[in-house]
């Protein structure tokens, strides 16, 4: 899906039977508009560019979907990269 990172059987399997910790948004028109607006592209600490793996996005579009008052934990550079969200992570 991403630079062969993950493929179709192993998110097919995720979604079919998520964790109990894993609660899946419903994806509506509103969601799909802020995950395109997420950059493809993020520069990390290291100066070098790195790209946005669609779940990082995601993660992404549904904090900015819920509000101000939402927190993102991440340790992940490239999503701290992302300055739509750099003010909310924890």
Do not use: M
């Not at 979604?15 to 969601?31: C, G, K, M, R, S």
């Not at 508009?33 to 779940?55: H, K, Y």
């Amino acid at each position: 899906i991403v630079r062969d990172r993950y493929d179709e059987v192993e998110l097919a399997g995720f979604l079919a039977q998520p964790p109990e910790w894993f609660v899946i948004e419903p994806v509506d028109e509103y969601l799909v508009e802020l995950f395109c607006q997420v950059s493809s592209d993020v520069e990390v600490t290291s100066g070098q560019i790195r790209p946005v793996e669609w779940a990082d996005a995601l993660h992404i579009a549904t904090a900015l979907a819920r509000g101000e008052e939402c927190w993102l934990a991440a340790t992940d550079g490239v999503i701290q990269g992302v300055t739509a969200v750099s003010s909310r992570l924890i």
